[in-house]
């Protein structure tokens, strides 16, 4: 099987985090004391965790709080910050609010795609860069802006932003 | 210490006064709201913490003073002499700047201004400390440059003034006065009275009487009853909420404590956007100092009134800004708006009774509980009173968020506040209201900004993003930028949304691919009618806006894109190309050296070609010459 797969598939095989199940269950029943009102909150800890969702976390989720994986999946798929597939070492967020848009957003956009090889949303084969936009960070008097990790960079374009990646690795 | 008598919070107040007002070493006030942070602010606190001794210099953060073009701004005062604000201050300058400082002279070039009054609208009941101060030299003063002379601040009145971290820097600014009124000496039905008579309407968009749904919410039956805080500030373009939450938390707390008094609460929320992780940080500890003053919690500065705020984040979806669709997802589910044939101040989150406003909204409040709702009402135009705060951005000078009386016409915003276009171009268009809202052309530019008025111009007043548009603005593109939004937006449970947005999406992206044909601008109209009138909730009911406004205003754009193939302003890649005006180019060669595809060719000194073949009109050359020697044909 593992002389078919990808060499993307490969490193994502590789990537697959170890779950810690036992923080796991301290962060559902403590921290969020099991509510079901909570559930948001919870994958949104599991998404900062793991940089994404990875499903043995949401069974468990399912279970300890007694809601359907379809709900769960419901609400990975409808709210953006989710992802149910594991994403880069360095996530880039290019701004795509008004603001940005009409100074040029799009622009930074099409080159870093071009420069990276791959589409927003998807993460480089190498693991090094998830590719993905947002509508405004509310930056917005110091646009085109975009943001690497949880650094903003402010004023920039589309030379500036890849010189910048050089420094993440 | 918890408070419980009015005698607490003068005393706090008056200590207060004296450290922000006259502070006995020289102080260094950093603007650290995530604009602040983003254009280098952190690097100047950092610097100036690492080398001034405490001994000698006090460094302080601050929220954003609002000219967030001139951002990190930095004010710094020495004892007894006048209160100067720098523009543009790097790690490196501000060692030198403080230097001078000691020697009682000020580096003019980076100067904003010296503040001439630094009290908030709330503190006329003391003398301006800086009074004495400020008129003994000759430096422009803050509250006299054209970016703040047009200025009305009680939403921002804290905002780039205090530490945002620190209760007592807000009591100092008479905070907590207003709910300290309300609930020793006031009955709820007078506090909605109160809120009714000042005119206040919602600010997130909606414009509905804040008073009136108070009132609605307090009538209604329901064993608990919930106050909610919409700080899920999702139109692109607007971030006037978050630049509150990070600049003077305690003010949307402080409005939340006294409207869930009005209503009979003692729960509330505040649901913030996943994109604010600083306004969360912000907003956890308000919630901590406020619990440990004895402002929330129970017994709230001894008046028996118990109430307690949580925080819940969203997780990016910009349907959750409506109403319905954020108490869904404050009850951990999917957020999914529904019908209002009963409203959610009857049957709201959990299907109680549920007062929801915008942290603008929440943050007027105390204003007026302190000045009085009659002043409130005095300001503003007749259905539209007070203030708002609008996000001025794109292509104008002066980007910043600006707070200005209702009724303030668009051009005294765009061209007296703002300061006019970016680089000589020519305006075509503001943009109101976001995605929902639309956009509004030149010969409108002296509506005053109500309401009412925006509506009637198509547009909306929505939660007061404002992008100015300039000449290389393709007006097509816009209406397909904000109907691709949407249509990532739409939670698609209602056909005409879903659907019709999808559908107004593929033909204006055809127009802008330069496969329009003729009917299509009929088909957008009919479309847009069904969807407006169909679709369940607000997202889809506006999502039409921004192509019916354009259609209204640029028809000749929509004509020329699909008749002539043609775009004006140089955005839609098929339908235009760039080309060397021989008569222009000099030979720079700056854009023979930026060209990523090494498409232009010459020599120094001579007119450059460009290489139609190889150009990719990723319009680095355009923006790069000085010589208004690319042209867009």
Known sequence: ?169 | MRITKKDQLQKIRGEVQDSIYAPTLLKINVGMATCGIAAGAKDVYDKAREIFNEQEVLVARTGCLGLCEEEPLVDIQTPGQPRIVYRRVSADKVMELVEAHQKAEYLEKAILGQMKDPRSILEDDIDNPLKTIFSSNSIPTLEEIPFYSKQLKIALRNCGYIDPESIEEYIGRGGYFAAFHALHDMEPEEIIEAIKISGLRGRGGGGFPTGIKWATCRKAHGEKRYVICNADEGDPGAYMDRSVLEGDPHSVLEGMIIGAYAIGSNEGFIYVRNEYPLAVVRLIEAIKQAENHGLLGDDILGSGFNFNIKISTGAGAFVCGESTALMRSLEGKVGRPRAKYIHTVEKGYRDSPSTLNNVETWANVPAIMSKGAEWYASLGTEKSKGTKVFSLVGKVKNTGLVEVPMGTSLRTIIYDVGGGILRKKKFKAVQTGGPSGGCVPEGLLDLPVDYERLTQAGSMMGSGGMIVMDQDTCMVDVARYFLEFLQEESCGQCVPCREGIMRLLQVLTDICAGKGKDGDIELLEDLSDTVVKLSLCALGGTAPNPVLTTLAYFRNEYETHIYDKKCPGGVCKELFYYEIDEENCNGCHVCFRKCPEQAISGEKKEVHTIDQEKCIKCSICYESCKFDAILIK
């Open chain 1, 1 to 169: 099987m593992a002389e078919s797969a990808t060499s993307q598939e490969m490193a994502k095989m590789v990537e697959q985090p170890e779950i810690d199940f036992r923080a796991l269950d301290d962060l559902i029943k403590e921290r969020f004391a099991g509510d079901q009102e909570n559930l948001i909150m919870i994958l949104q800890a599991i998404n900062k965790e793991y940089n994404y969702l990875p499903r043995p976390a949401l069974n468990y989720v399912s279970t300890r709080l007694d809601v359907p994986l379809s709900q769960i999946y419901g609400i990975a798929t409808f709210y953006s910050m989710f992802s149910l597939e594991p994403r880069g070492r360095n996530i880039v967020t290019i701004c795509l609010g008004t603001a940005c848009h009409v100074r040029g957003g799009e622009r930074i956009k099409e080159r870093l795609e071009s420069h990276l090889g791959i589409h927003a949303g998807d993460t480089t084969e190498d693991m090094r860069f998830t590719l993905e936009t947002v509508r405004c960070i509310g930056c917005c008097s110091l646009g085109p802006v975009v943001t690497i990790n949880e650094k903003v960079y402010a004023r920039t374009d589309s030379e500036k932003t890849l010189k910048t990646l050089d420094q993440y690795e």
